[in-house]
């Protein structure tokens, strides 16, 4: 792995040995932040990652599934994975991974690693990607505009929405709860498997399309790297259609430059209509 | 809790404090059994509701968002779990429990409680249960049938399928990745918010309609209970859109008699095409 992108960067890590807990230290830049809070999709891939290289036994390099809980908002400064092996079977391998601050939990991770290769790459069904303009007739999601100034996120991404699903930005979402986009790294950092838990959560929350305000926070994610992407655009797709109270689900899927599903997920996030207050 | 439906004697379970651990011990039954293993439905609502009955302070009583990551397969006999109280937040009390039998991990669970009412029930978006038969005019999936002679969990079940998609059971999916079914239980056992963990898994795997065989094992799950259901018959359907070698992903969304969405998931979970291998 090279540090020489903004992405890798961020991933870097020194460890330390604790009996059977792995201890890995770092330091959140203030590059990935939305409003304050580190992106959640940065904190899953630190995890992740965390888990392929201390973990990654029997070529299990790949995160086939990992759910995170979201315990409270990570800040920029020290901060520490404690990692747990819990289980080295012959198909899979299943780490635990808490996050912390100052012995605070930020998020904990459960990473199921497995091969990509020997898990097979026969396509029985699979939803092609969304019809949609190529990138350079969507809009470029960029910190312009005064809703998304305090995204510092959106210096780290180069992401193209699909103007018929953009028009929350201008105030009118269409409620359909859709969303669509091209993404990659500004920085032009290849795209591989490792970096498909940060393109996860990296797209504006689906709530802006339902007239919900605000970035969501997440509760509650269950990811999962389907195939290894061929470097290019992403596009990526996101939907809800439960919204009720205070919560919504947010299905994500990603496609590389091949037209392959390569990556989807689904959250749980706190929800607050325009105007309303949070519960 | 009444301890008088097989359900709730199924949950039972005494507790022991460790320092800033609770243990529970308990019993697995014969009674909730796939083919030898205990179904995975009962180990996520016996977690959900472990952390409720210790960790459901400030009223956070619902398992608003649950993942749990399966390890290795349960079987009869006595089996613990050990909760930790990660946080407790004013919205969201966060809870960890391993379950483990003689000190073998079988299921690690991060559970998010919290207060349905005090989210709020407000439905800004949810889709329509599906139009299927009445219960009368379904296929009551019992063991008379070789395939499901090793289900007993179909004994605890008054399983309804809609015969649109049922027709996997006579050799002939529809690859259409769909299963809709009524649900209750068989003792007549009232539906409730601790109840939905288990029914979120207890259809047959929506593998079948794809021509997937075996009951697919669980590799993560993610779970939420969206409202507290009216008791009666829960309406629910599973989907599946990307079957690529060794896995798939199963939606399930549950609604109960009045047409409310109370809950729904998504797992990744093992496949193997019918005649294939598993990886």
């Known amino acids: 792995m090279t540090t ?19 201890v890995g230290s770092f330091e959140l830049s203030e590059d990935w932040l939305i409003g304050g ?73 459960l990473v199921t690693l497995g091969r990509l290769d020997e898990l097979g790459d026969t396509v029985y069904a699979a939803p092609p990607p969304p019809l949609m303009p190529p990138p350079d007739q969507c809009l470029r999601a960029d910190r312009s505009v005064p809703s998304s100034r305090e995204v510092v996120l959106l210096d780290r991404l180069d992401l193209r929405l699909d103007p018929a699903t953009a028009m929350w930005a201008v105030g009118q979402p269409s409620k359909a709860g859709r969303m669509r986009g091209w993404l990659r790294f500004a920085d032009n950092r290849p795209v591989d498997a490792g970096s498909l ?69 689904r959250q749980i996030a706190g929800f607050r209509m325009s105007g309303g207050a949070l519960p």
Do not use: Y
Request: aromatic share 8%.
């Open 37 to 109: 809070v580190v992106n959640g999709g940065l904190l899953m891939a630190l995890c992740t990652q965390a888990a392929v290289e201390r973990c990654g036994v029997a070529g299990h390099v790949h995160p086939v599934a990992w759910s995170s809980q979201f315990a409270s908002a990570a800040r920029p400064g020290r901060a520490e994975v404690r990692l747990t092996l819990t289980r080295a079977g012959r198909s899979f391998t299943s780490v635990s991974v808490d996050l912390l601050q100052g012995g605070e939990e930020r998020l904990r991770t």
């Open 197 to 265: 838990p940060f393109f996860l959560d990296a797209m504006p929350p689906v709530a802006f399309d339902v007239g919900g305000q605000g970035w969501a926070p997440t509760v509650a994610f269950l990811g999962s790297v389907r195939a290894e992407p061929q470097d290019g655009w992403l596009q990526m797709e996101i939907t809800t259609s439960t919204v009720v109270g205070g919560l919504l689900e947010e299905d994500a899927t990603i496609w590389d430059r091949s037209g392959r599903v390569v990556a989807h997920s």
């Open 4 to 22: 020489e992108t903004e992405f890798d960067r961020a991933l870097a890590m020194r460890w330390e040995e604790h009996a059977a807990v792995a």
